[in-house]
């Protein structure tokens, strides 16, 4: 419990924040797995992989995830891509 009015005030704003990261961040994991799904239709994979590699990069410019994590998924998604490409 926090001892002092600005304590229970940060402590609300972090309780808010931690909700809405929790948010994005299950919602990355929710496109990444739908992209996954979509491997079957190399067209509309890649329609969706852009817009996941939107949300990675917004995710980072709010704060929710660091800059390297989001590239690295980034750089995974191009890579299922490019192998996608090459079943064909």
Do not use: C, H
Not at 21 to 45: C, I, R, V
Not at 52 to 74: C, E, M, Q, W
């Amino acid at each position: 419990m926090p001892n002092s009015r600005s304590a229970s005030k940060r402590l609300r704003n972090q309780n808010r924040k931690a909700e809405r990261n929790q948010a994005t961040l299950s919602e990355l994991k929710t496109l990444t797995q739908k992209l996954a799904s979509l491997a079957s239709t190399p067209d509309k994979a890649r329609e969706y992989a852009a817009k996941v590699i939107s949300r990675y990069d917004r995710a980072v410019s709010r704060g929710t995830i660091p800059k390297g994590r989001a590239d690295r998924k980034k750089s995974r998604v191009a890579r299922f891509l490019t192998k996608l490409s090459k079943k064909k």
